[in-house]
Structures are given as C-alpha cells and as structure tokens.
C-alpha cells in the first residue's frame, strides 16, 4: 500500500521482507515518501514498525525487498543519506555532550561553521547547562537531547526516528516537533516510529500503519478519518488495527 509516489527524489520500499526464524516481522512492505515530508509509522507492539527501520538505515539485512532514495537501491554506504535515533540511546560514556557534536563534525567533515550550529541545537533542546557533562552521568531524556542534536547536525538527507518522544519532558517535545518541522521545510525526509497519536497530528504530513508486519492503512490524516468515518486519529488507529 503506497503512501505517496515520491517521483525520483524521495525514499521508496517495495516489497520489504524481514523473517526472525518461523516469525514473519515484515511481511511485503511497499511504501514510499516524497522528499521533504514527515511520515509517521503506526502500528501496535510487534507490528514490525522498528524492524522496518532498523532495515532502511541498514542495520538489519532484509530477506527480500528493494529499498531506493533518488531512484538508486541503497547499500552500504546509506550512512550518507540516512540517520537513525534509536529508542534506547545510548551515548559515548565518556564523551561530555559537546564531544559528541565535535565528533560528529569531524567525522561528517561538516562545512566551516558547524559549531554555532551546534550551540543553537543544544540549546534549544535545553542541553546548554550540560555541554561538559560526560555521556555516563546523563539521564535517558538528556541521552535522548544528545542524539538528537548531534544526529540533526549531521544534516543527513533522511532522518529516521523510534520512539523519539519516549523520555522527553514536554519542553523537548516540543522543541523536536519544531525542528522537524523545520528539517522537513529544508528538504530532510523524516520518517518516525511512534504510539503518541496527539503528536503525530501535529507535524506528521502522512502516516502508514502496520499490523503483523504489513500495511493495513496509509494517507494523510483528513483523508483517513474520512475513509473509515471517525473524528478522531485514535478511533481511526483502534479500527484499523482491530
């Protein structure tokens, strides 16, 4: 099921299929997303949502299934175009905060400039009082502010994200919505995993659902309460999924 034919410049799976022994946890996964647009990926527990991910920013090899951006199938230098945030971050121990941004910048050969770009991340994640803290004395939300920075400066062309919103006091989501938001106006791809419906009305442009690893539903959010005849995301989500 499509979600929206991203012509030569934007990300495409078909057919995506990832087996963990007898267990089918992506099941034929077609979708696809345009350049500069945030699609949300939906689905109960096990419904394959982070195996998908963790397939596009290849981490997992998939049994079958073709994965392209720009119309070029990806390999193993996706690190190029695709960033993943995980659930659980995990940070360099002993690296303070703004050692991760250094190490990002000069790992990325970053252009000239790239460290006020950095000041302005941290601080809008509220991270500016913790910039020589090392990575083992952060808690899991501060862990969170760090990846997220340091991966938003590596200014990959897709950004993918699990759970992003897990850990992270309503200051920081709200200032993640915003810069998504403001990724996405530069032509950054975004696709997040979550189960926080509230928030993926407020900055996702399309949403893909998945159930036992297929997808069950795909659009944007007025074309889907209009198609199954709910007023809320929520009672869209909870009759799909059924």
Not at 14 to 35: E, N, P, Q, W, Y
Not at 109 to 128: F, K
Request: glycine share 10%; hydrophobic share 45%.
């Amino acid at each position: 099921m499509l979600a929206q034919d991203p012509g030569p410049g934007g990300l495409a799976v078909s057919a995506l299929t990832k087996r963990f022994g007898k267990t089918v946890a992506i099941d034929h996964l077609d979708f696809d997303i345009s350049t500069g647009q945030i699609l949300a990926l939906l689905g109960p527990n096990g419904a394959g949502k982070t195996t998908t991910l963790m397939c596009l920013a290849g981490l997992i090899r998939p049994d079958a299934g073709l994965i392209t951006w720009r119309g070029v199938q990806l390999g193993s230098n996706r690190g190029r175009q695709m960033a993943l945030i995980t659930e659980t971050p995990e940070v360099y121990e002993m690296l303070t905060v703004w050692e991760h941004m250094v190490f990002v910048g000069r790992s990325c050969r970053l252009p000239e400039g790239w460290q006020g770009r950095a000041e302005q991340l941290l601080n809008r994640l509220g991270m500016e009082d913790e910039r020589d803290t090392l990575g083992e004395a952060l808690s899991k939300g501060m862990r969170q502010r760090v990846l997220i920075a340091a991966t938003l400066l590596a200014a990959t062309p897709v950004l993918l994200l699990d759970e992003p919103m897990i850990g992270l006091d309503p200051r920081g989501q709200r200032e993640l919505r915003n810069l998504l938001l403001e990724v996405r106006d530069q032509g950054v791809t975004v696709v997040v995993s979550t189960h926080l419906l509230a928030n993926v009305q407020e900055f996702c442009d399309r949403m893909l659902i998945l159930n036992k690893g297929r997808a069950v539903a795909a659009g944007g959010l007025q074309e889907m309460l209009d198609r199954y005849g709910h007023k809320t995301l929520e009672e869209t989500f909870l009759d799909i999924v059924r």
